[in-house]
C-alpha cells in the first residue's frame, strides 16, 4: 500500500502561484511514477502532469503546459506541483496520484488515470478572477 496525502491548496487570486506537495508513504516511493489530476465540479477528471519514477520523463496536460511544473524529491518522498500564472479555470480539486513503474512511462501510461493504483484525498485549488 502507498498511502498518499497532499497539501499547499488554497484560494489565490488570478495570476497567483502555488505550490503543490504530496507526501507518500508505505512502499518504495522510487519505484512510482507519480501523476497530478484535477477534477472541477461537473467535469471529467483531468491530467495536469506526471513524473517518471527516475525524474526524467515529464509530460503536461496541454491547458498547463508553460505554466506548471512537477517535481520529486525522492528523499523526502514527496512530489511537487508549482503553479504559476494560476487561471479561473485551474479551480479544481487537485489529487496526486501513484503508478507502480514497471517499463518506460509512455503518454499513456501518464495520462490513463485507471493506470494509477493509489490516490490521495485531494486538495481544493480556487482561482478567483
Known amino acids: 500500500q502507498v498511502q498518499l496525502v497532499e497539501s499547499g491548496g488554497g484560494l489565490v487570486q488570478a495570476g497567483g502561484s502555488l505550490r503543490l506537495s504530496c507526501a507518500a508513504s508505505g512502499r518504495t516511493f522510487s519505484n512510482y511514477a507519480m501523476g497530478w489530476f484535477r477534477q472541477a465540479p461537473g467535469k471529467e477528471r483531468e491530467f495536469v502532469a506526471g513524473?517518471?519514477?527516475?525524474?526524467?520523463?515529464?509530460y503536461y496536460g496541454d491547458s498547463v503546459k508553460g505554466r506548471f511544473t512537477i517535481s520529486r524529491v525522492d528523499e523526502k518522498n514527496t512530489v511537487y506541483l508549482q503553479m504559476n500564472s494560476l487561471k479561473p479555470e485551474d479551480t479544481a480539486v487537485y489529487y496526486c496520484?501513484?503508478?507502480?513503474?514497471?517499463?518506460?512511462?509512455?503518454?499513456?501510461?501518464?495520462?490513463?488515470?485507471?493506470?494509477?493504483?493509489?490516490w490521495g484525498q485531494g486538495t481544493q485549488v480556487t482561482v478567483s478572477s
Open positions: 513524473i517518471d519514477k527516475n525524474g526524467g520523463i515529464i
Open positions: 496520484a501513484a503508478q507502480l513503474q514497471i517499463q518506460k512511462y509512455t503518454v499513456v501510461a501518464a495520462t490513463t488515470s485507471t493506470l494509477y493504483e493509489y
